[in-house]
Every structure is written in structure tokens, then in C-alpha cells.
């Protein structure tokens, strides 16, 4: 016997609104998964681009560097932060972001120390990852959770 008041779980329509239904709900979960993940890295990108922290002088102890000439950077894997005042001084450290070519043995490049136990950030050259992935992620949760919403609050209106 077929009710009138419930749709039929097997019409395409039912099986259909259901699977629209459930991906709207998963992309409301992601997006929040992405936007708690990028929110947890915002506090650090804001410290890179506020240069915040211990500020010295960053002193190149490599004498080969990786470089990409189609970018005109170098990365440079070790040397030596000693903080403006003299009293940090790490050895051993290196710089997270890409310096600008030439990059030599014993140049000084000013810096900064935001903590982290085995590397520096620069005052030049591109910060990269850090700073721009929780942006990023930040864009793209915003808008898979706006699409799932929207669904629903257009859904809602439907009725």
C-alpha cells in the first residue's frame, strides 16, 4: 500500500534530492574541516608578515645553494642568526624562505626569530607556504561551506 503523505524512497526524484542532500552536507563539513585547519596556521602566517619576533642578522655559511635561476632565488640550508641586541644567538639554522641571487658564503641578510628551533625567516625574498596556504585555505573553506549553505537556504526557500 503506498502512502500519500511520504514520498516513495525508491522514485528517482526521492533517490536524487537525497544524494544532492548529502553532498551539500559534506561540503559543509569540509568546508569547516578547511577553515579550522587554515585558522590554526593564521596565527603564524600574521607573525611572517608582521615580522614579528627576535629581529638580527642572518649570515650565510653555505658554500653551495640551491638556486632557481628562473626565479632568481636561492635557498640557503645553513648559517648563522645572531638578533640585533646580541643576546640570541642560533647557529645551524636556516633561512625558510628564498633569498634573491647572488646569494654567497659570509653574506648578511637581515632577519628574523618567531622560535622555531631550526630556522629563520628573512626580510627579503618570498615567504611561500606559510604565509599563503592558510589565506588560501581560508578562500576555498569559505567557499565550499558558502555552496553547501547555499543549497540549503535555497532549498528552504523552495519549500
Not at 544532492?20 to 593564521?42: F, K, N, S
Not at 622560535?115 to 606559510?130: E, H, I, L, Q
Not at 565550499?144 to 543549497?151: H, T
Amino acid at each position: 500500500m503506498r502512502d500519500r503523505f511520504l514520498p516513495d524512497p525508491n522514485a528517482a526524484e526521492f533517490r536524487d534530492e537525497a544524494v544532492r542532500d548529502t553532498r551539500a552536507g559534506l561540503a559543509i563539513l569540509v568546508g569547516i574541516a578547511v577553515l579550522v585547519i587554515a585558522g590554526w596556521g593564521m596565527p603564524f602566517a600574521i607573525r611572517v608578515i608582521a615580522e614579528d619576533g627576535v629581529h638580527g642578522t642572518y649570515v650565510v655559511q653555505d658554500t653551495s645553494f640551491d638556486c632557481q635561476p628562473s626565479r632568481g632565488t636561492c635557498y640557503s640550508r645553513t648559517g648563522t642568526f645572531t638578533s640585533d641586541d646580541g643576546k640570541v644567538v642560533r647557529t645551524g639554522v636556516h633561512v625558510r624562505n628564498r633569498l634573491p641571487q647572488p646569494v654567497r658564503h659570509g653574506d648578511r641578510i637581515p632577519a628574523f626569530d618567531l622560535g622555531k628551533p631550526d630556522r629563520v625567516y628573512t626580510k627579503v625574498g618570498s615567504n611561500g607556504p606559510p604565509v599563503a596556504l592558510p589565506f588560501l585555505g581560508l578562500v576555498v573553506g569559505l567557499l565550499i561551506l558558502g555552496g553547501g549553505s547555499r543549497y540549503f537556504w535555497l532549498k528552504r526557500k523552495r519549500r
